[in-house]
T-cell receptor, first 114, second 116 residues
Framework: DGGITQSPKYLFRKEGQNVTLSCEQN?????MYWYRQDPGQGLRLIYY???????QKGDIAEGYSVSREKKESFPLTVTSAQKNPTAFYLC?????????????FGPGTRLLVL | AQSVAQPEDQVNVAEGNPLTVKCTYS??????LFWYVQYPNRGLQFLLK??????LVKGSYGFEAEFNKSQTSFHLKKPSALVSDSALYFC??????????????FGQGTTLQVKP
């Protein structure tokens, strides 16, 4: 988990509310990723960014948005359009977005719906 | 379609015995393969990866994995299991032929239970 921080550890969302999950890395990595983890389903890619001011949708981007204004930060917003947001959210980073690069993960944020 | 399968939801092994966690993959080209471990309510920790070269890859905490192209498998192994190895293990693959993207495809995970 070293070098990648996620906050908060737990987050509660009310109906119709947008919430933002923070991800910061001090590894000087170019590429950053957001995954969603549900029990028994492994991890699924939400968004990824290979460079500042650029990002691409993953497999389950609907109801989520991101920004990449700084190299070290890649916040994820869970919008009210995401009807089933309860999950464990994991941020990752790699030196670059190339295929051989190892992704390193943060400690995660658990999002719960009130 | 690209996919990764971990056929066992749970593997039980006695402490001191060898362990194997199975992984098979299906990709369009030659794969890059990864193993990660997750402890409860924690992020994933990188164990090892296969890129090219020797089919037997050694990683962290005494784990190793064997790449078998003909069987499209990448099983995780350890000669002597520890109780502290009990965790959730994920296999992941990245397709070399999918352009310069960092996208990982994960298996559904295998829970390893090591009993004293």
């Amino acid at each position: 988990d070293g070098g990648i921080t996620q906050s908060p550890k737990y987050l509660f969302r009310k109906e119709g509310q947008n919430v933002t999950l923070s991800c910061e890395q001090n590894l000087n990595h170019d590429a950053m990723y957001w995954y969603r983890q549900d029990p028994g389903q492994g991890l699924r890619l939400i968004y990824y960014s290979q460079i500042v001011n650029d990002f691409q949708k993953g497999d389950i981007a609907e109801g989520y948005s991101v920004s990449r204004e700084k190299k070290e930060s890649f916040p994820l917003t869970v919008t009210s359009a995401q009807k089933n947001p309860t999950a464990f959210y994991l941020c990752a980073s790699s030196i670059e977005g190339g295929r051989r690069e190892t992704q390193y993960f943060g400690p995660g944020t658990r999002l719960l719906v009130l | 379609a690209q996919s990764v399968a971990q056929p066992e939801d749970q593997v039980n092994v006695a402490e001191g015995n060898p362990l194997t966690v199975k992984c098979t993959y299906s990709v369009s080209g030659n794969p890059y393969l990864f193993w990660y471990v997750q402890y409860p309510n924690r992020g994933l920790q990188f164990l090892l990866k296969y890129i090219t070269g020797d089919n037997l890859v050694k990683g962290s905490y005494g784990f190793e994995a064997e790449f078998n192209k003909s069987q499209t498998s990448f099983h995780l192994k350890k000669p002597s299991a520890l109780v502290s190895d009990s965790a959730l293990y994920f296999c992941a693959v990245r397709d070399r032929g999918s352009g310069n993207t960092g996208k990982l495809i994960f298996g559904q995970g295998t829970t390893l239970q090591v009993k004293p």
